[in-house]
């Protein structure tokens, strides 16, 4: 019996070699883009990004006895919420933001 379309071929010596360009194609993919990744690239900010950068840097005070006071309130129960108070609050932070 004779089979029509086969040509002797290896097929399992054509996948690996296939394998093997593919494998050397990521290689070389690869090996390209650590070169490109040690070059140095620089950024430049804006005014109002720099501002942001330079608030971020600074420390809060923390009054520490006001801390202990509101802890103790809390822990006890005594603490009241306003939240009239902290509804003003927000809203001067956003007049605030507004500005800048």
């Not at 490109?36 to 520490?64: C, F, N, R, W, Y």
Request: proline share 1%; hydrophobic share 30%.
């Amino acid at each position: 019996m004779k089979i029509d379309g086969y040509q002797g071929t290896n097929l399992y010596g054509e996948q690996a070699a296939k394998l093997s360009k593919n494998t050397q194609l990521v290689a070389d993919k690869n090996q390209t883009s650590n070169k490109s990744s040690k070059e140095s690239t620089s950024v430049e900010l804006s005014e109002k990004a720099q501002k942001i950068m330079q608030g971020a840097q600074v420390e809060p005070e923390i009054d520490l006895k006001k801390v202990a006071t509101l802890k103790n309130a809390i822990n006890s129960g005594n603490y009241k919420i306003s939240a009239e108070d902290i509804a003003k609050r927000m809203m001067a932070q956003v007049n605030i933001q507004k500005e800048d």
